[in-house]
């Protein structure tokens, strides 16, 4: 997994958090990070096989381990970025389930985020 895989796999789990994916905001999700330098060498097309790839791996393995397995590579400088993005992504509905707030605490942790 690369460092852009674990920040793509952070956000995928986000928008997964309450129990469904929408499309918007997996529409949500594909339009920041298309716009970060991260991903700046994926186009299209290449975005959409990592998400699906991604949402393979998370229906398999479940949201704990693709999390786990994407802070191993998650570069320390991401961290928060992880966060902040992971955090946009649920607020995008502009509500907050229970699952969702658990998540976000959990992964303020996981990451190591100072509060």
């Known amino acids: 997994m690369s460092p852009a895989e674990a920040l793509a796999s ?5 928008i997964a958090a309450d129990g469904y994916l929408a499309e918007r905001e997996g529409q949500d999700m594909t339009m920041l990070l298309s716009r970060m330098a991260l991903f700046s060498s ?7 096989r990592l998400f ?13 381990a693709l ?10 400088d991401l961290r928060e ?3 902040a993005i992971a955090t946009d992504l649920v607020l995008s ?4 389930t229970p699952q969702e707030q658990s998540f976000l605490e ?9 509060n």
């Open 10 to 14: 952070i956000a995928l789990v986000a």
């Open 42 to 48: 994926y186009s299209s097309e290449a975005l959409h």
């Open 52 to 64: 699906g790839h991604l949402l393979t791996r998370l229906k398999q393995e479940g949201p704990g």
């Open 67 to 76: 999390i786990n397995q994407a802070r191993a590579v998650l570069p320390p």
């Open 81 to 83: 970025t992880a966060f």
């Open 93 to 96: 509905d502009r509500t907050v």
């Open 106 to 114: 959990d992964l303020c942790v996981i990451l190591e985020i100072a």
